[in-house]
């Protein structure tokens, strides 16, 4: 019914009857009462006129068959991926408020979202989990539609329009990655962006286009910013409209075509309020959830300024492309990174046409199911050859480094609670002892021993993980000879008071402590029969870096000598 301009409410209740009116046009407060007291509808269902009336319902059914709704098949991970998606929109459009796209300031912003925004650190932690979630849950979802064969006749433009979402998915984390501009965030990119310089001819070309010159600097973050913020989420939200309408055109495909035996169902439930209801509190849910796991379990750290000058050790590709960088290990970078993953990417396009069996049953697709699993395998185990450390000889001193005392993330030190490591000076030791023929270790320093009993039991468990890997890289790195690893602990920085003079006191409270990982080892070499041959040489190597009560500080650097 048309409302009259003189009948319409004035001021926010107005504004909120139509804010209302445009998402559930014909819905007026007796049919909302009639909706939650679960009242039958009357005739005609006003209920059902929200999808021929309503913009934001014409792409939704009106309703949906009970298998359909059905989560031990679909899972929700559809529906779950569009979630992710409204998610990352709300908390980037806060984010984006206070973030500055200059390298100048990028870093500096993201510090102050995190320490001095209400909030902030919650929304940037949110936004950098719910990145990862909505890459993990499209995959998740395509492998479902593969598996279930529902890529099939009359399915097929649903199959493809998935395929871009899963495009656009990859390029929109991509494309978030750099902005932070920590050393994290500019080594990715520039690993991730260096294989377009693999294509033949117009690899170069594409390499300059997309980072705005011949290394990642600020055209490179403004690109990816503008690429982050409009390109990719307009292109993103197009195609989710089509793939949307094309599966309530074609309905999701159902279950019991799986089964030779099992028939279908006939019931169906209405959109609204069965599904929108269920919709809204699972919402509710993993809202909560989230915000619970980003309070309690995940941090999403920044680490050191980005410097191009300083390439951190083990720096790797986000991991939704370590297939690809496993691949890129295997040979030559055009045959492997662009020749094999394009056919792979062009075989998932055309799926639907390239598998011409009319058959869903499980029965019926041995051939299709035993290729999908060992494709699955085959993925799984060229990611993990994506690894950093995978293929690449590793060295002792700096694998040490790396896992105890990193210059970029969290290392085995960090770990432990701040009030858990030694208040005072202490020095562990782990050297070889010729006259035992095995590595030994104590407390040195103040006085020369067994570990004293009263040290935390988690800061000694760390200790004995440290002698197990020396003497693990002792065996594994055959130059890094009878190593002598020193751990420092050390108070750095106390708090601070004025006395009455107006002189600056410590007092009690340590606010930050210096970790300092020193290690000595004999030099060895081969010689022109490549045989091992120790030299009078000492090698040399430190690190360290600082811990703070409120959070590790960055501030540590290497310190190789010979």
């Known amino acids: 019914m048309a409302v009259s301009p003189e009948s319409k409410r004035k001021g926010f209740g107005g504004w909120l009857t139509e804010v209302g009116r445009s998402f559930f046009p014909s819905m007026g407060a007796r049919e909302w009462r009639e909706t939650l007291r679960g009242e039958p509808a009357p005739r005609p269902n ?82 950098r989990l719910g990145a990862h979630f909505m890459v993990a849950v499209v995959i998740l979802h395509m492998l479902r539609t593969y598996f279930t064969a529902s890529y099939k006749a009359p399915r097929q433009f649903i199959w493809f329009t998935g395929m871009i979402l899963l495009f656009m998915t990859l390029l929109l984390s991509f494309s978030g990655y750099l902005l932070p501009w920590d050393q994290l965030a500019f080594w990715a990119v520039t ?21 705005g010159g011949a290394e990642i600097g600020a055209g490179a973050l403004l690109r990816f910013y503008l690429l982050h913020i409009f390109m990719l989420p307009m292109l993103t939200i197009i195609f989710i409209s089509i793939h949307y309408y094309a599966v309530r055109k074609q309905e999701i495909s159902p279950i019991h075509e799986l089964f030779e035996n099992k028939k279908p169902t006939k019931r169906k439930i209405p ?43 083990h720096t790797q590709a986000p991991w939704y492309f370590f297939w690809l960088q496993g691949m890129l290990k295997l040979g030559d970078k055009i045959v492997w990174g662009l020749g094999i993953a394009g056919i792979i990417f062009g075989a998932l396009f055309l799926l639907p046409y390239i598998d011409r069996n009319p058959s869903r049953r499980f029965k019926d697709r041995k051939f299709a199911l035993a290729g999908g699993i060992v494709s699955l395998i085959v993925f799984i185990v060229v990611s993990y050859g994506g690894l950093p450390a995978f293929g690449i000889q590793k060295v002792g001193s700096n694998e040490l ?60 468990e760390m200790l004995l993980e440290l002698k197990h890997d020396v003497q693990k890289w002792a065996e594994y790195d055959v130059l890094f000879v009878r190593p002598t690893v020193t751990l420092t602990i050390e108070p750095w920085l106390y708090q601070q008071d004025t006395d009455a003079a ?32 120790e030299t009078p040489e000492k090698s040399r190597y430190t690190q360290y870096k600082f811990l703070n009560r409120n959070g590790v500080v960055h501030v540590g650097d290497t310190e190789p000598r010979n």
């Open 502 to 533: 107006g002189f600056s006191t410590a007092v009690d409270g340590i606010l930050q402590k210096r970790v300092t990982l020193d290690m000595e080892w004999t030099t060895a070499g081969y010689d022109a029969e490549g045989n091992l041959v």
């Open 191 to 211: 690993i991730g962006s260096s294989m377009a310089d693999a294509a033949p001819g117009v690899g170069p070309a594409i390499g300059r286009l997309l980072r």
């Open 401 to 460: 480094a790396v896992s105890y005392v990193p210059v970029e993330g969290e290392g085995r030190v960090m770990e432990v609670p701040f009030d858990q490591v030694p208040q005072e000076k202490f020095v562990y030791k782990v050297y070889y002892d010729a006259t035992k023929d095995a590595f030994v270790d104590g407390e040195f320093g103040v006085a020369e021993g067994p570990l004293p009993e009263a040290l935390s039991p988690v800061f000694k």
């Open 46 to 127: 006003p209920r059902m006129r929200v999808h021929s009336n309503s913009f934001w319902y014409h792409i939704r059914p009106r309703s949906l068959s009970e298998e359909a709704t059905a989560w031990y098949y679909t899972m929700g991970l559809g529906w779950m991926s569009f979630f992710f998606f409204v998610l990352e929109a709300i908390t980037g459009l806060v984010l984006m408020i206070y973030y500055s796209p200059s390298p100048n300031e990028a870093y500096a912003t993201m510090t102050q979202i995190m320490n001095d925004v209400p909030l902030g650190g919650l929304m940037r932690n949110v936004h």
């Open 271 to 313: 959109f609204l309020p069965d599904q929108v209801f269920f919709e809204l509190a699972v919402i509710v849910v993993l809202t909560f959830a989230f915000i619970f796991i980003n309070n309690f379990f995940w941090d999403a750290k920044l680490e050191n300024h980005a410097n191009a000058l300083e390439t951190p050790q």
